[in-house]
């Protein structure tokens, strides 16, 4: 038997509770992980208050990331004592996740812990610091250096946006932060935003094409604040787009594509291919500031992970990301 924090759907509504679980209940997979953190990222949150349809079957593990150590494996690509994490392929939505001790996944979806991280340097960071990376390789990819100009990030104080910060910080952009919090001003500065703006300011409808105030942007908002980004990316720039934080939609015009030649690149970190996620995890180890890191989580035992979730998707979390202790080494 082991713990999990396991969903349940009563007459439509979701009931997230921890429970002891028997390991034949565990899904198909030829790597067994004893899972040592987790974290609460964004969709995990609607899928535990059930205000999203994150979950595709019930019950289900939620937690769509964990980093842990092997305990049994089919897969010689990793031997039983090798340490591990996992982002995405649905775990936490389609196959059981990372908050419970035990995982059962295919061995293909595992990367090793990355060189100079321990495991749980890598769920502080998490599918939020995977993801901000992966936001950061297209700017850099597209051309964009630090002589380019201004980059944007929004959601600034949320998981992607507040490492998106410190890794472009770290590499001598000059980052503006935005944000709906003003209690979060110092934290986003000392992580290293040159500049901070209300989020209001992006929020709003607005004109079809605005001054050229950026050269980049990364964006975890999406709806309306997209749009606007669109509209004031300089000649040329580009927009890397995440996520959803203020709405689905999009309601845009094309004129900054057809006049300014911007690019709007899409980032997905959950069917990423292999490479791509060996890639990030191998310049978040050598690009993210460890001794900034704390400042970025506030960590609690998997008991206590659920109670969080209403307040993430409101917003009040007082740092940008929820580490979940599951349990220590053994
Ligand atoms: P968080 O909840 O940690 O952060 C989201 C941030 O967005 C908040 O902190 C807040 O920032 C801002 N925000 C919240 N509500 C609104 C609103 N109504 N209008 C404008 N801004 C708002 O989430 P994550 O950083 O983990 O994820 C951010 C988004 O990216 C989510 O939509 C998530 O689903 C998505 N995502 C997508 C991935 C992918 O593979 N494409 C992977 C990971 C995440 P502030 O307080 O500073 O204003």
Same mark, same amino acid.
């Given at each position: 038997?082991?713990?999990?924090?396991?969903?349940?759907?009563?007459?439509?509504?979701?009931?997230?509770?921890?429970?002891?679980?028997?390991?034949?209940?565990?899904?198909?997979?030829d790597?067994?992980?004893?899972? @040592?953190?987790?974290?609460?990222?964004?969709?995990?949150?609607?899928?535990?208050?059930?205000?999203?349809?994150?979950?595709?079957?019930?019950?289900?593990?939620?937690?769509?990331?964990?980093?842990?150590?092997v305990?049994?494996?089919?897969? !010689?690509?990793?031997?039983?004592?090798?340490?591990?994490?996992?982002?995405?392929?649905?775990?936490?939505?389609?196959? #059981?996740?990372?908050?419970? &001790?035990?995982?059962?996944?295919? %061995?293909?979806?595992?990367? *090793?812990?990355?060189?100079?991280?321990?495991?749980?340097? /890598?769920?502080?960071?998490?599918?939020?610091?995977?993801?901000?990376?992966?936001?950061? =390789?297209?700017?850099?990819? =597209?051309?964009?250096?630090?002589?380019?100009?201004p980059?944007?990030?929004?959601?600034?104080?949320?998981?992607?946006?507040?490492?998106?910060?410190? $890794?472009?910080?770290?590499r001598?952009? &000059?980052?503006?932060?935005?944000?709906?919090?003003?209690?979060?001003?110092?934290?986003?500065?000392?992580?290293?935003?040159?500049?901070?703006?209300?989020? @209001?300011?992006?929020?709003?409808? %607005?004109? !079809?094409?605005q001054?050229?105030? #950026?050269?980049?942007?990364?964006?975890?908002?999406?709806?309306?604040?997209?749009?606007?980004? /669109?509209?004031? $990316?300089?000649?040329? %720039?580009?927009?890397?787009?995440?996520?959803?934080?203020?709405?689905?939609?999009? *309601?845009?015009?094309?004129?900054?594509? $057809?006049?300014?030649?911007?690019?709007?690149?899409?980032?997905?970190?959950?069917?990423?291919?292999? &490479?791509?996620?060996?890639?990030?995890?191998?310049?978040?180890?050598?690009?993210?500031?460890?001794?900034q890191?704390?400042?970025?989580?506030e &960590?609690?035992?998997?008991?206590?992970?659920?109670?969080?979730?209403?307040?993430?998707?409101? %917003?009040?979390?007082?740092?940008?990301?929820?580490?979940?202790?599951?349990?220590?080494?053994?």
């Amino acid at each position: 038997m082991f713990k999990a924090l396991l969903l349940t759907q009563e007459e439509k509504a979701t009931k997230a509770a921890i429970t002891q679980v028997s390991e034949d209940q565990l899904p198909a997979g030829d790597v067994t992980v004893r899972i @040592q953190y987790s974290t609460l990222n964004y969709k995990d949150a609607l899928a535990i208050t059930g205000r999203g349809p994150v979950v595709r079957s019930f019950p289900m593990v939620p937690g769509i990331d964990f980093a842990g150590v092997v305990e049994h494996s089919g897969d !010689p690509a990793f031997a039983a004592g090798t340490s591990v994490l996992l982002n995405g392929w649905g775990v936490g939505e389609t196959h #059981w996740g990372g908050l419970a &001790e035990i995982a059962r996944v295919p %061995g293909k979806w595992l990367l *090793p812990v990355p060189a100079g991280l321990t495991a749980r340097q /890598c769920m502080a960071l998490g599918t939020a610091g995977y993801t901000a990376m992966l936001c950061v =390789h297209k700017l850099e990819q =597209h051309g964009l250096t630090p002589a380019s100009g201004p980059i944007l990030v929004t959601g600034a104080n949320g998981g992607v946006g507040s490492t998106a910060i410190a $890794i472009l910080a770290r590499r001598g952009f &000059e980052v503006v932060a935005s944000t709906g919090r003003p209690d979060a001003h110092d934290r986003l500065t000392s992580l290293g935003a040159n500049r901070i703006i209300d989020r @209001q300011t992006l929020s709003q409808p %607005g004109k !079809p094409l605005q001054k050229e105030n #950026w050269a980049g942007a990364i964006d975890s908002v999406g709806s309306q604040t997209l749009a606007n980004i /669109c509209a004031a $990316i300089r000649y040329d %720039g580009i927009v890397a787009a995440c996520g959803l934080a203020q709405g689905m939609d999009f *309601p845009a015009t094309v004129a900054p594509f $057809i006049l300014r030649g911007i690019t709007l690149a899409g980032v997905d970190s959950v069917h990423a291919p292999m &490479e791509r996620r060996r890639s990030a995890w191998s310049d978040l180890a050598r690009t993210i500031p460890l001794d900034q890191l704390e400042s970025m989580i506030e &960590e609690v035992p998997l008991e206590r992970a659920a109670d969080l979730a209403i307040p993430l998707l409101a %917003g009040q979390l007082s740092k940008g990301r929820v580490l979940v202790r599951v349990q220590d080494a053994k």
